[in-house]
């Protein structure tokens, strides 16, 4: 079945401990999205990648790192986690560019103590 | 900077009636407008899309209607079911490498 997959579903954490969100899609696509999703404000991206080693910043990276070493994966790196990225993360990706339709995870909820 | 704004942060409709949802956007530059749907618990799905080049995209039930000299869309859904209920996202490609902007989201209730 073609989906892309997130864990953990659920996280809590506390201020400053390292943690990683993994995102992997079995659909040989080439562009990976992360997106965090808060009231009031919807989507807002945090990275994407257009193909392996090649990514770039969307409208709110701050506080977040990403890879792309392999082009199934792309996790998600908070590398000193704060309060204010409390909020639900989706990871999607889209064959090509994101002009196509992209398939979303279905979502990480990370609370941050 | 938030250049895709969603006003109406929920709509009520009945079954079998018209639920219009509407989308501003900022930057005429703009040429490519996507619509998500989002139920609890699960990741947004596609839904429609429509380029610059266009006015309407039509797919089954559900129209997209684009305005450019308004900078506005709006998405039809006729006639409007129960399964229907969920939130809507209007979403603008930003750049041609494949950034995205979202809308806020429509809650939409569809009412037996």
């Known amino acids: 079945e073609a989906q892309v997959t997130q864990n953990p579903r659920y996280l809590i954490t506390v201020t400053g401990k390292k943690l990683t969100v993994t995102c992997s899609q079995n659909?040989?696509?080439?562009?990976m999205s992360w997106y965090r999703q808060d009231p009031g404000l919807g989507l807002r991206q945090i990275y994407y990648?257009?193909?392996?080693?090649?990514?770039d910043k969307g409208d709110v990276p701050e506080g977040y790192k990403v890879s792309r070493k392999e082009k199934r994966n792309f996790p998600l790196i908070l590398e000193s986690p704060s309060p204010n990225q409390t909020s639900l993360y989706f990871c999607?990706?889209?064959?090509?560019?994101?002009?196509?339709?992209?398939?979303f995870g279905p979502g990480t909820r990370l609370l941050v103590l | 900077d938030q250049q895709v704004k969603q006003n109406s942060p929920s709509l009520s409709v009945q079954e079998g009636r018209i639920s219009i949802l509407n989308c501003d956007y900022t930057?005429?530059?703009?040429?490519?407008f996507l619509w998500y749907k989002k139920y609890p618990a699960e990741g947004p799905t596609f839904l429609i899309s429509?380029?610059?080049?266009?006015d309407k995209n039509e797919d089954g039930r559900f129209t997209v209607f684009l305005n450019k000299s308004a900078k506005h869309l709006s998405l039809h859904i006729v006639p409007s079911q129960p399964g229907d209920s969920a939130v809507y996202f209007c979403?603008?490609?930003?750049?041609?490498?494949?950034?995205?902007?979202f809308g806020a989201g429509t809650q939409v209730v569809v009412t037996p």
């Open positions: 999607a990706s889209s064959f090509r560019t994101g002009r196509e339709t992209q398939y």
């Open positions: 659909m040989n696509h080439e562009y």
């Open positions: 990648s257009m193909n392996v080693e090649v990514t």
């Open positions: 930057n005429s530059m703009f040429d490519y």
């Open positions: 429509i380029s610059s080049i266009k």
């Open positions: 979403a603008v490609l930003t750049d041609s490498w494949g950034k995205l902007q």
